[in-house]
């Protein structure tokens, strides 16, 4: 009668860890680097998540500079969706 239990219990007790253990971890965002020009300071280096590297539409912004992806005005524009 043990042993039954023991083969039965075992099982159920991990899939019940792994899906509780599954809900407990969260997903960090990815930090990239991006760049600005403040006129007075020059160029600028700032981290921002992964959705400014990613999109198309919203232009990212860092105090109101926009954000490049390399410290030059002919690199490109990051932008969110």
């Not at 083969?7 to 899906?19: N, Q, R």
């Not at 969260?26 to 600028?44: D, F, R």
């Not at 992964?50 to 490049?68: R, S, V």
Request: proline residues 6%; contains cysteine.
């Amino acid at each position: 009668m043990k042993t039954g239990f023991v083969k039965l219990a075992l099982p159920a007790i991990a899939i019940l860890l792994a899906v509780g253990l599954a809900f407990a971890t969260e997903e960090e965002p990815m930090l990239q680097v991006a760049h600005y020009y403040h006129p007075i300071e020059g160029w600028q280096t700032t981290m921002v998540d992964e959705n400014c590297i990613n999109g198309n539409q919203i232009p990212c912004t860092q105090d109101g500079y926009q954000l490049y992806e390399e410290p030059s005005f002919s690199s490109r524009e990051l932008r969110k969706d």
